[in-house]
Protein backbone atom coordinates (compact mmCIF):
# COMPACT_ATOMS: atom_id res chain seq x y z
CA UNK A 1 0.00 0.00 0.00
CA UNK A 2 1.22 3.33 -0.88
CA UNK A 3 -0.11 6.58 0.46
CA UNK A 4 0.50 10.36 -1.18
CA UNK A 5 -0.23 13.20 1.14
CA UNK A 6 -0.14 16.57 -0.49
CA UNK A 7 -0.07 20.28 1.11
CA UNK A 8 0.51 23.65 0.52
CA UNK A 9 -2.25 24.80 -1.40
CA UNK A 10 -3.62 28.26 -0.12
CA UNK A 11 -5.62 31.77 -1.28
CA UNK A 12 -3.17 34.04 -2.86
CA UNK A 13 -3.56 37.23 -4.62
CA UNK A 14 -2.48 36.75 -8.79
CA UNK A 15 1.51 37.77 -9.12
CA UNK A 16 1.80 35.29 -5.63
CA UNK A 17 3.63 32.32 -5.22
CA UNK A 18 3.00 28.89 -3.76
CA UNK A 19 4.90 25.81 -2.82
CA UNK A 20 2.95 22.32 -2.72
CA UNK A 21 4.35 19.59 -1.52
CA UNK A 22 3.71 16.04 -1.87
CA UNK A 23 5.34 12.73 0.18
CA UNK A 24 4.96 9.24 -0.75
CA UNK A 25 4.93 6.95 2.07
CA UNK A 26 4.43 2.92 2.14
CA UNK A 27 6.05 0.39 0.09
CA UNK A 28 8.45 1.91 -2.10
CA UNK A 29 10.77 -0.01 -4.13
CA UNK A 30 11.59 2.37 -6.79
CA UNK A 31 9.28 5.73 -7.62
CA UNK A 32 9.19 5.91 -11.71
CA UNK A 33 7.88 9.54 -11.40
CA UNK A 34 5.69 11.95 -9.72
CA UNK A 35 4.01 14.98 -10.71
CA UNK A 36 1.52 17.54 -10.70
CA UNK A 37 -2.70 17.63 -12.40
CA UNK A 38 -4.81 20.33 -11.56
CA UNK A 39 -8.42 20.32 -11.90
CA UNK A 40 -9.79 23.96 -12.44
CA UNK A 41 -13.57 24.48 -11.49
CA UNK A 42 -15.56 22.99 -14.51
CA UNK A 43 -12.87 21.05 -16.39
CA UNK A 44 -10.71 18.55 -16.66
CA UNK A 45 -8.19 17.62 -14.67
CA UNK A 46 -4.58 18.35 -16.94
CA UNK A 47 -1.14 17.06 -16.30
CA UNK A 48 1.09 20.35 -15.01
CA UNK A 49 4.42 19.04 -14.20
CA UNK A 50 6.01 15.77 -13.26
CA UNK A 51 9.93 14.75 -13.33
CA UNK A 52 10.93 10.60 -13.24
CA UNK A 53 12.58 8.27 -15.35
CA UNK A 54 11.47 9.76 -18.34
CA UNK A 55 12.72 13.30 -18.11
CA UNK A 56 10.90 16.25 -16.69
CA UNK A 57 7.40 18.23 -18.45
CA UNK A 58 5.82 21.11 -17.83
CA UNK A 59 2.65 22.27 -20.00
CA UNK A 60 2.92 25.08 -21.91
CA UNK A 61 0.79 26.85 -19.57
CA UNK A 62 2.75 26.55 -16.34
CA UNK A 63 6.63 27.15 -18.41
CA UNK A 64 8.91 29.70 -16.84
CA UNK A 65 6.81 29.83 -14.04
CA UNK A 66 6.57 26.88 -12.48
CA UNK A 67 9.45 24.21 -10.82
CA UNK A 68 8.96 20.82 -10.12
CA UNK A 69 11.76 19.14 -7.85
CA UNK A 70 11.52 15.31 -6.60
CA UNK A 71 13.88 14.90 -3.54
CA UNK A 72 14.64 11.17 -3.30
CA UNK A 73 15.74 10.80 -0.37
CA UNK A 74 12.43 11.65 1.28
CA UNK A 75 10.23 10.24 -1.82
CA UNK A 76 8.59 14.54 -1.83
CA UNK A 77 7.83 16.40 -5.15
CA UNK A 78 7.72 19.79 -4.78
CA UNK A 79 5.77 22.41 -6.89
CA UNK A 80 7.03 25.36 -6.56
CA UNK A 81 4.51 28.38 -8.53
CA UNK A 82 5.43 31.90 -9.20
CA UNK A 83 3.44 34.93 -11.17
CA UNK A 84 0.32 32.69 -10.71
CA UNK A 85 -2.63 33.97 -12.51
CA UNK A 86 -5.79 32.92 -11.63
CA UNK A 87 -6.33 30.72 -14.30
CA UNK A 88 -3.95 28.51 -12.36
CA UNK A 89 -7.00 27.93 -9.80
CA UNK A 90 -7.71 24.73 -9.16
CA UNK A 91 -7.44 21.42 -6.98
CA UNK A 92 -3.90 20.34 -7.63
CA UNK A 93 -3.55 16.29 -7.13
CA UNK A 94 -0.06 14.34 -6.60
CA UNK A 95 0.40 11.38 -9.31
CA UNK A 96 3.02 8.78 -8.61
CA UNK A 97 4.03 5.88 -10.43
CA UNK A 98 5.55 3.75 -8.24
CA UNK A 99 7.04 -0.02 -8.40
CA UNK A 100 5.95 -1.43 -5.01
CA UNK A 101 6.25 -5.06 -5.33
CA UNK A 102 9.05 -7.43 -7.45
CA UNK A 103 8.08 -6.28 -11.58
CA UNK A 104 4.65 -4.62 -10.32
CA UNK A 105 4.22 -0.70 -11.15
CA UNK A 106 1.16 0.99 -9.79
CA UNK A 107 -0.77 4.46 -10.46
CA UNK A 108 -1.40 6.48 -7.47
CA UNK A 109 -3.10 9.63 -6.47
CA UNK A 110 -3.20 12.29 -3.60
CA UNK A 111 -6.51 13.25 -2.15
CA UNK A 112 -5.97 16.82 -3.42
CA UNK A 113 -4.94 20.43 -2.45
CA UNK A 114 -6.79 23.28 -3.58
CA UNK A 115 -5.13 26.30 -4.65
CA UNK A 116 -7.07 29.69 -5.59
CA UNK A 117 -5.66 32.93 -7.11
CA UNK A 118 -7.55 35.78 -7.10
CA UNK A 119 -7.23 38.87 -9.18
Request: net charge neutral; proline share 3%; charged share 20%.
Amino acid sequence: QVLLVESGGDLVQAGGSLRLSCTASGSIIRINNMGWYRQPPGKQRELVAKEGIGGTYYADAVKGRFTIHRDGATDTVYLQMNSLKPDDTGVYYCNANIRHSAYSDDNYWGKGTLVTVSS
